[in-house]
């Protein structure tokens, strides 16, 4: 019971773990200084952050947000969706409705009402799932209540007929892939493969223009952070806890009387709802939302960024997202036929020689050296990280 | 108009009437003399003409119809000298080549001067046109006598009725006789008589075919307050024919659609059956295997590019080579995977998972590489090609039906390798215990190996017959892998007989959801289907029962 008390009463501040420190420092640090060097250091200083940086920047905080929700559902709970990508477009169309509407009648056809592709496709009036997002406070909602009802529904039918395990990874590829095929039809009325895009502003503010884009940047460090606390917190309190135990054996939770699938399908829904947000950011900087983030490679990917950074850390799973997008972009562009090679590399990689990812291995490597160098008996191993395997109940 | 259709009426009318009493003559005086018509046809006025084409045509003989064609072009001549008909070819204006009209032998060149054409009128030319398309019917080859029979029934005319008959008496091809009898009927729908019409409609009711659905609709028309047909009763039948025929087509769209299914299905099968064992019996989560089909069909085209190069002759024969050849390549590269990353992540799904989807892309890119992005061609041998067709529309084509034929062959030979064989023993032996197995003394890492590669190479197998419809593509295993996952989940892991329903029933029900709701939402609300199916039954179709559910 000696951890027990930590849990519960211990205000979130010290509910956070070094790295996680150390995540939000540098997230507030580049949030601030970021938009700083692009805004108000000359083009010559050598420390000015071009506008590009900071949209791709901005990217990256977007899928380590991405991350930190697979994260979420993965490392804590064990349910290893292959669908995330899913959730992620569902939130970057509802942004991209909003924006769409914004355009109003400065598209190519000059409908007031009417996006282009619709016009184009002889539509006369707007379909019903296209009212209310010219409001930016309904799209907001629906960008969280689209992925978080979906994840909900799908949740609640899968998680109470016990679908587990590989079984699960596979009908949430299916879902992803159904996805993508109705959003490749025309007549769902979401601009088919074209997808959503040439959109011209946000709030007012353009697109295009360098203030707005950091801007953007600085939402997307907060949504990082305020997503990585509130992470944090259902980790460390009790409902985590449990989490943790049907991760590690969720037939002797289940039998200890709790109800698993509630607490299964608090965690998909909430992951659902950061993954949407972490989506609804990346559509404004990337400027296009189109049905190719839907298909279930991307999903698979994301699982990759949350191995390599190390699975059941939270700061570790946002760290491997920019990283591995940061390989991405530099080997896309330096090497183009390596990439594929790099990535798969990476795949076996980790899960051979890495299986606790980098932050894992750090962690494991430190406490290794902690123990070679203090005499002292320290308690083993921090909570939250990953546990090793269930060793009875010590708790 | 009325005048002109009238006049053509009784022309056409009485070159039949002549027809009919010439075959009739034919066959009681059995031996006239094809000279004695020929010659007929240089004498008399335009009326005595018509009759004597009716009474060449009515002989049936191959050599009427080129001094018919002839005679139409204005080629057909008597000589001034002996009076003779001859078949003229103009060298120039003033030269011609003439042949014997009735022998056909060369009688060499001569002056325009020395020779008389045969004069002709329209009526005449419309007796030669109608004599003409009879004659084909006799034609000695029966894809001339098709042609034909179908152009009569594309513009059937009353004319044509007598010669129908001779035609369908000395028809010896059965398909060519209810051709001609669905000819003959739909000329007969424009008999003068009730009872003719009547019997004709009943006759094409018993047909299920588009086309004889059209002919009676034709009697169906009403154009400026006037019915095609003036009697009620065959309005009446021609209205309950169509309705049957109506019935049968959709029974047959039906049968169609199932038939597409299955062929689906078998692809499916094809794709998904190496998963049903290293999934399946092995519990590995191989995202690879897409790959491992793909590698299958490059298999297949690198055959098939040696035999081009070395033995273009024996072309037919490439596939026969690439069926063991491609279960060879891709048995090694599974066994490889095996003992590479696989046997390493035993009991960890998901890291299987992840592990198989990057050498996924590993493959992916290194067929890119060596073979380019692009598709690559693999050929069809002449025995695959071609297509049975039923009247009904329905056409199968002999690559399906193969490709239904390989997969059930595939599958059976499978089962008998699981059962019959001490590999399949061993395997089974190892999946359903291991511990017990390895203390049996079963070397259980050798048959790991040896099942993976089992597995991935029926994928290549499945991928030899996948290249002869599908596109070769690097991305040819990507469009399969959730499928594949699909049909095991859903037919229940561990159980052949299982991916066989599985795929089957995802097949046809996709292909009878398609006329309703397109080919893109069948295959969503299909897989939205499979989502819930699962959460009723978490173990598929046909789950194993007991402890190996455990295990």
New interface residues.
């Given amino acids: 019971m000696a951890t027990g008390s930590s849990s519960g009463y211990t205000p979130l501040l010290l509910r956070i773990d070094a790295g996680g420190w150390v995540l939000l420092l540098v997230l507030i640090a580049a949030g601030i200084g970021v938009p700083y060097a692009n805004q108000m250091l000359p083009q010559e200083s050598p420390w000015h952050v071009p506008t590009w940086l900071v949209a791709l920047l901005g990217k990256y905080l977007c899928f380590a947000l991405l991350a930190l929700s697979v994260d979420l559902v993965w490392g804590f709970c064990g349910i290893?969706s292959l669908g995330h990508g899913a959730f992620f477009a569902l939130g970057g169309y509802a942004m991209g409705m909003h924006l769409m509407r914004q355009i109003g009648d400065r598209g190519v056809y000059g409908n007031p009402d009417l996006p282009d592709f619709m016009v184009f496709l002889n539509w006369d009036s707007l379909p019903w799932y296209w009212y209310g997002f010219d409001q930016f406070w309904f799209a907001m909602l629906m960008v969280m209540l689209v992925p978080g009802m979906l994840a909900f529904v799908?949740g609640w039918?899968?998680f109470?007929?016990?679908?587990t395990?590989?079984?699960l990874?596979?009908?949430t590829?299916?879902?992803t892939?159904?996805l993508l095929?109705?959003f490749?039809?025309n007549d769902m009325g979401f601009g088919g493969n074209n997808g959503l895009t040439d959109f011209k502003d946000i709030l007012g503010f353009s697109l295009q223009a360098d203030a707005t884009r950091c801007a953007l940047f600085a939402a997307s460090a907060v949504a990082l952070g305020v997503g990585y606390l509130l992470c944090r917190f259902i980790v460390t309190s009790k409902a985590g806890r449990v989490l943790v135990a049907v991760r590690d054996a969720e037939s002797r939770t289940r039998f200890l009387g709790y109800r698993v699938e509630h607490y299964k399908l608090f965690v998909f829904t909430v992951s659902a709802v950061l993954a949407g947000i972490a989506g609804a950011l990346y559509v404004p900087q990337v400027g296009i939302i189109n049905p190719g983030e839907f298909s279930?490679?991307n999903s698979?990917e994301i699982?990759?960024w949350v191995?390599v950074g190390g699975r059941g850390t939270l700061y570790g799973a946002a760290l491997g997202g920019v990283l591995v997008n940061y390989g991405k972009t530099y080997f896309t562009a330096a090497m183009p036929?390596l990439w594929?090679?790099l990535?798969?590399?990476?795949?076996?990689a980790?899960?051979?020689l890495l299986?606790r990812g980098i932050v894992g291995t750090l962690q494991l490597w430190g406490g290794v050296l902690r123990r070679r160098f203090s005499s002292g008996d320290r308690k083993r191993g921090s909570h939250g990280a990953v546990a090793p395997a269930p060793a009875g109940g010590g708790e | 108009m009325a005048v002109f259709q009238s006049l053509r009426y009784t022309t056409v009318s009485s070159v039949v009437l002549m027809i009919w009493l010439g075959m009739a003559a034919v066959t009681a005086a059995a031996a006239q003399d094809l000279a004695d018509r020929v010659a007929a046809l240089a004498e008399g006025g335009f009326n005595d003409k018509v009759t004597a084409v009716g009474a060449l045509a009515a002989t049936g003989d191959d050599r009427a119809a080129p001094v018919l064609e002839a005679m139409l072009e204005g080629l057909l001549f008597t000589q001034r000298e002996g009076g003779s008909i001859v078949i003229g070819e103009h060298l120039s204006r003033r030269e011609l080549r003439l042949a014997d009209a009735v022998t056909g032998a060369d009688l060499g060149t001569a002056g325009s001067r020395s020779v008389r054409k045969i004069r002709i009128n329209n009526r005449v030319r419309a007796a030669i046109r109608s004599a003409l398309g009879g004659l084909k019917l006799m034609h000695p080859d029966p894809a001339e006598r098709r042609a034909a029979a179908a152009a009569v029934l594309n513009a059937p005319d009353l004319s044509f009725l007598p010669t129908l008959d001779t035609a369908i008496d000395r028809e010896t091809e059965p398909d060519l006789k209810t051709l001609l009898g669905k000819a003959r009927a739909a000329v007969l729908l424009s008999s003068e008589t009730v009872a003719d019409r009547l019997e004709a409609v009943r006759y094409l009711g018993t047909y299920t075919d588009p086309e004889v659905r059209g002919l009676l609709g034709g009697l169906l028309v009403e154009r400026g307050g006037r019915q095609a047909e003036p009697d009620d009763a065959v309005r009446a039948a021609a209205a309950e024919a169509i309705a049957d025929i109506d019935r049968r087509l959709q029974q047959w769209a039906i049968v169609g659609n199932i038939y597409q299914g299955i062929s689906l299905g078998s692809v499916l099968l094809l794709a998904a059956i190496g998963l049903a064992i290293t999934f399946g019996v092995m519990g590995v989560?191989n995202?690879a295997h897409g790959e491992m089909v793909m590698l299958g069909a490059y298999a297949t085209f690198v055959t098939q590019e040696l035999f081009r190069a070395y033995w273009p002759g024996y072309f037919g024969w490439s596939l026969a080579v690439a069926i063991p050849f491609a279960f060879l390549v891709t048995a090694l590269v599974g066994m490889a995977i095996e003992r590479g990353?696989i046997r390493?992540?035993y009991g960890r799904?998901?890291?299987?998972?992840?592990?198989t989807?990057?050498?996924?892309?590993?493959l992916?890119?290194?067929v890119?590489?060596i073979f380019g992005p692009t598709n690559r061609e693999v050929g069809t041998p002449d025995w695959m090609q071609g297509a049975i067709e039923t009247t009904a529309g329905l056409t199968l084509t002999y690559n399906r039906l193969y490709i239904i034929l390989f997969s059930l062959i595939v599958l059976f030979a499978l089962m008998l390798v699981l059962r019959h064989t001490a590999l399949g023993l061993q395997m089974r032996a190892v999946t359903q215990n291991r511990p017990m197995a390895a203390g049996m003394g079963i070397p259980t890492g050798r048959v790991d190996m040896l099942t993976f590669g089992l597995g991935s190479g029926i994928a290549g197998i499945g991928g030899v017959a996948l290249s002869q419809i599908d596109n070769v593509s690097p991305n040819l295993g990507?469009s399969y892998i959730?499928d594949s996952?699909?049909v095991v989940?859903f037919g229940g892991v561990g159980n052949l007989w299982g991916t066989l329903a599985g795929a089957m029933s995802l097949g046809v029900i996709n292909k009878l959801l398609e006329p309703y709701a397109g080919a893109?939402?069948a295959?969503?609300l299909v897989?939205?289907a499979?989502?819930?199916f699962?959460?009723?039954r978490?173990r598929g179709l046909f789950a194993l029962k007991g402890r190996a559910v455990e295990a």
Avoid: D, H, N
């Fill in positions: 290893l799908f039918f899968a109470r007929s016990r679908v395990g590989v079984y990874s596979i009908i590829q299916a879902m892939y159904a095929l109705a490749f039809r279930p490679a698979i699982v990759v191995a036929e594929l090679f990535l798969g590399g990476l795949f076996i980790v899960t051979l299986p | 989560i995202m990353i390493f992540l799904p998901l890291e299987t998972l992840l592990a989807w990057g050498l996924s892309l590993i992916q890119q290194a890119r590489t990507q959730v996952f699909m989940v893109v939402l295959k969503i897989l939205v499979i989502i819930l699962i959460q009723k978490p």
